[in-house]
C-alpha cells in the first residue's frame, strides 16, 4: 500500500494538481490533495514513524483506521480560553482551506486547562501525509501550505520512508504498589467524607503507575493489540518523537454531523468478580452523567436533546452502563462550542462538576498528558467528533505510565473501587503482555 503511494508521489500531474490549488492564494493558505488507493483496507501500523509527529484513530468494527505523518499546520493552546482559542483558529484555516477531497485535521487536549507538559495542553494539527482505510477502500490525504508545494511531495516521500522499528518490548520489574495504594484509598475515603457532608454527590480519582524500560519502541504492537482486545472501542494515538500518548476509549465525548449531534452518557463498571453492572450504584453514577450532558447541551440545542434507553457498552473485558444523547444544535453552535459546554463530563470530573474540580484541585489530583481530556477529528465543514481519552498510556524511553480512574458516590467501597482501576489498568497491561507474558502476573 505504501510502495504504491511512493508510485502515485512521482506522477508528473502532482505538481500540476498543486498548482491548481494553490492558484491566486496566499503562502499560508492550507492544501489537501487526494489520492485514491483503491479497493484495500490497511491498519497503517507499519507506516508509524520513527520520528516527529503522528496521529491514529481506529475503529476496527467499523473498518475505520487513519494514521496522520507530519504536520502540515498546527496550532496550540492553554487556559480558560483554550477551546475559544482552537475554535476560532481552526474557523480561519477551514475558511481559505482550499481541497479536492475530504481532508481532516487532528487534535487532543489535556483534562485540565493549564497541563502544559509533556504534551501541549491542546493541540490542532493538520497532518502533512492522511493515510485512510475506510469500509475497505483506502486514501491518501496530502497536505502543504500553498507557498511550500515547490518542496511537498519530496518532504511527503520523506515522510513515508522513515517507519519507526518494532523491536521486543523490554520493561523492569515494577516497584512494590502497596504505598500507592494505600494513599490512592486514603483519598477515596476522602471524597466519600465530601460525599457524605454534602459538598459533592460524585468526584472522579485518577491512579496512574510507571513500568520502567523502553516503551517507545510498544507504540504498534500495543495500538495492534488494543484494536483487536476492543474493535468496537476508538483506539487512538498521538506521538511527538519524544512521547506517544495512546489508549482505546468506549466514550465518545460529542460528534457533530451537520446540525445533528451525538454524545455518550458512560458510568457504572462492571467486571470479572465484581458487583453486578445494575446495581444501585452502577445506576446512580450513570443517572448522574446523564442528568448532566442533557443539561450542559440543552443550551445548544434548538430542541431538547434526549436520551435513549439504557444499554451495555462493553470495552474488552470491562462493561459500563450506556446511554446515547442525540439532539439538533443550534444555528452556528460549531463543535468546539458543544466540547466546551461538555468537558468535563461528571464521567471524568464529577458531579456538579464546579464542586467536583474544586475538590480536585484541593487535594491535588494530578492527570499525566491527554488522560481523561479528549481525542478527535475535524472536517473543514465543521463536522467532527471528539472521544474522551480513557484506558491510556504515556510511553517514552524511560518506560510506560498507565492511567485510570473511578468514579465515587456514596456507598463506594474502597478497595472495590481500587479494583476497578486495576481491572482498567488491565486493559492495557493485557494489550503488553504480548511482548512479556509475565507482566500481567507481575503488575495486575
Known sequence: MIAALRRHLADPTLPARLRTLAADVPAAT????????????????????????????????????????????????????????????FAGLARHWRHDGAPLAFCGFAFDEHNI??????????????????????????????????????????LLARPAPR?????????????????????VNAALRAIAGGEVDKIVLARHRQLAGDGL????????????????????????GTAIFLGATPE???????????????????????LDLDAPKNRREQSLVVRAILAALAGHCSLPPQAGPVSVRQAGAIAHLHSR????????????????????????????????LDWLAR???????????????????????????????????????LHAGAGIVAGSDPHQELAETEAKFGTLLAALAGHRDDLRSAHA
Open 30 to 89: 492550507p492544501l489537501s490533495i487526494t489520492i485514491d488507493l483503491g479497493p484495500t483496507a490497511a491498519d497503517w501500523l507499519a507506516a508509524l514513524p520513527a520520528a516527529g509527529p503522528f496521529w491514529y484513530q481506529a475503529r476496527p468494527a467499523a473498518g475505520l483506521y487513519r494514521l496522520g505523518i507530519g504536520h502540515a499546520f498546527q496550532i496550540a493552546s492553554a487556559g480558560p480560553q483554550r477551546f475559544a482559542a482552537l475554535d476560532n483558529a
Open 117 to 158: 507538559a509533556p504534551l501541549p495542553n491542546i493541540l490542532l494539527a493538520i497532518p502533512a501525509v492522511l493515510l485512510e482505510s475506510r469500509a475497505g477502500r483506502s486514501r491518501a490525504i496530502l497536505s502543504t501550505p500553498a507557498g511550500r508545494i515547490a518542496g511537498a511531495p519530496d518532504l511527503w516521500r520523506q
Open 167 to 187: 523491536p521486543p518490548l523490554r520493561l523492569a520489574p515494577a516497584a512494590d504498589p502497596t504505598l500507592a495504594d494505600r494513599a490512592w484509598i486514603a483519598r
Open 217 to 240: 519502541a510498544a507504540a504498534g504492537r500495543v495500538l495492534a493489540a488494543l484494536g483487536a482486545q476492543q474493535p468496537d472501542s476508538l483506539v487512538y494515538a498521538h506521538g511527538t
Open 252 to 274: 465518545r465525548l460529542i460528534r457533530l454531523a451537520g446540525h445533528q449531534l451525538a454524545a455518550d452518557a458512560l458510568a457504572g463498571t462492571a467486571w470479572s468478580g465484581s
Open 325 to 356: 444523547i442525540a439532539g439538533t444544535a443550534a444555528s452556528g453552535v460549531t463543535l468546539f462550542d458543544l466540547v466546551r459546554a461538555l468537558h468535563p463530563t461528571p464521567a471524568v470530573g464529577g458531579f456538579p462538576g464546579p464542586a467536583a
Open 363 to 401: 487535594h491535588g489530583e494530578r492527570r499525566s498528558a491527554w488522560y481523561s481530556g479528549g481525542f478527535g477529528s475535524l472536517a473543514p465543514n465543521g463536522d467532527g467528533e471528539f472521544a474522551v481519552a480513557l484506558r491510556s498510556a504515556l510511553l517514552t524511553a524511560d518506560g510506560i505510565e
